[in-house]
């Protein structure tokens, strides 16, 4: 059974969960499925690191989530009705100016033109960008294109955030900056994230729980959560410890493929 | 069910640092990473890059004038660029070079114009619409290989001597390239650039106004770049090929006239004159049009450097 039940609250309420109950993905024509049987739910606020190899289906089940693609079976509920997606490229418009890029996508939410601009200003502000408005893409760093995507991403206003190995192609000085440009917005803003990625370090730095995949098919398996008060750096020991044993089981899951 | 193997762990440290942003670090992080463009070095660079062609066209002009000093021809086939120059200036004070010149460029325009009206539609049409794509997309790729004189005997048998023959002659030209450059842009816009349009919730009209035109236009603009190339040249074989009538006086019938009466420094001048008008339109139109795009864009060489 397939069905997709949306809310039109934008606020996060207890009630107003993420939910993800049953739900397999098969694509026609290949044999395995793809997710199997995946059962989530994240309180409002939450902010969640899902982890897998190769082809444990994370980003089926990110694209899933952001309604671009539909489950063979199960159940997917968004509070908001759909969710903000930022990509691991940074794809912005490369003939729009930063602000613009932010202000298309005030447009498609259906803010008034009166708005937008404030608005927008604001958003790329959050993100400490507030002297780059006027450049084009390719006049930003890739850590400047990301923080725009993530102003526009937030320029969604989706209670639900859904991240795909965004900060994957950085470079790992910069990776660490937008660690805590992420922290710090997610904490400002108040939205639940669902971040992908294959970066056990950065999951453990991040998340507040960590979900670990297996592949082929595609299910969870496992699930920490990490209680580390405050900030926490990368590098603390802490971090360390907890990377260690999820990477312990990462190879498990990923030995059982040998063949 | 796999939530059985589901294990929790729960790992619990103290506090360490307050969770504050380095903005310093930051700032200093995105002055490192970003290059200034500066406008100055590019006008430089034009200005230099405009020097190897002037050269060369002095030492093309000066190795023709040589070889029209040895005389090896007499100077009535093969005249001198002072013939021709000469020539020029009879034909500007006569004003029969102005005449053929303003009917050419209106002709040119007003069948480019046009041509632009009609491919722009039926190229988003092709390219978006499968049956239409795979049923008329080869035909209109033929027809861009089909020289549009081809075109000329049948249009002078429809429309007789007249502006219409012309007109369609040019209209046949250009429209299958703009067509062209048009499929060919929207088909080269990255299936990223539509995830984005969906994920952000454009509509089938919001993602073709704010997302496809947008990402398809160097394309569109190549396509329209050589549609007026092609319009131009075919609108020369029209010109040339159909005289008299109520056909106006063209560069092409200058050229025609001239090898009429054998008057070869007239069959040069009209040359000339065909040339400049392409070079011209070419350098003050459609090469800045295109830098610009392409510089805003970060996709020319200037920025790729």
Known sequence: MISTTTSQDARPTRADALRVEGVSKQFAGTGAPVLDGIDLTLRPGEFVCLLGASGCGKSTLLSILAGLERPTAGTVHVPGGSAALMFQEPALLPWLTATRNIELALRLNGVPAAQRSARAAELLDLVHLAGAGAKRVHELSGGMRQRVALARALAQDRPVLLMDEPFAALDAITRDLLHDELERIWQRTGRTVVFVTHNVREAVRLGQRVLLMSSRPGRIVREWTVDIEGHRRIEAPQVAALAVEITDHLRKEIRRHAV | ?305
Do not use: C
């Open chain 2, 1 to 305: 069910m796999p939530s059985d193997s589901t294990v929790r762990t729960v790992l619990q440290a103290p506090a360490t640092e307050p969770s504050d942003v380095d903005r310093r670090l930051e700032a200093g992080l995105d002055a490192l990473q970003t290059v200034d463009q500066n406008r100055a070095g590019r006008v430089r660079r034009r200005l230099t890059g405009a020097w190897p062609p002037a050269l060369a066209l002095l030492l093309l002009l000066a190795g023709w004038q040589g070889f029209v000093a040895l005389g090896l021809k007499p100077r009535y086939v093969v005249p001198g660029p002072t013939d021709v120059a000469g020539t020029l200036l009879g034909l500007w004070h006569a004003g029969d070079a102005q005449t053929a010149l303003l009917t050419s460029l209106g002709r040119g325009l007003a069948g480019f114009v046009v041509a632009v009206a009609i491919a722009t539609p039926v190229g988003l049409l092709v390219a978006r619409v499968r049956w239409l794509r795979v049923s008329l997309g080869p035909l209109i790729s033929g027809l861009q290989v089909l020289p549009s004189v081809a075109w000329v005997p049948a249009a002078i048998i429809w429309f007789g001597l007249s502006d219409a023959t012309v007109y369609f002659v040019v209209l046949m030209g250009a429209v299958p390239s703009i067509v062209n450059g048009l499929v060919s842009g929207v088909d080269q816009v990255p299936p990223l650039f539509r995830r984005v349009g969906r994920v952000l919730g454009a509509g089938p009209w919001q993602q073709v106004r704010y997302v496809l035109l947008p990402a398809a236009l160097p394309g569109y603009v190549a396509g329209l770049r050589q549609g007026w190339a092609f319009s131009w040249r075919s609108l020369m074989a029209a010109e040339i090929i159909a005289v008299g009538g109520k056909i106006g006086f063209g560069l092409g019938s200058l050229l025609e006239q001239g090898r009429e009466l054998s008057d070869m420094t007239t069959v040069i001048a009209a040359i000339v004159l065909i040339l400049v008008v392409g070079v011209t339109v070419e350098l003050a139109f459609f090469a800045p049009v295109e830098r610009g795009l392409l510089r805003r864009r970060g996709l020319s060489a200037e920025t790729a450097r």
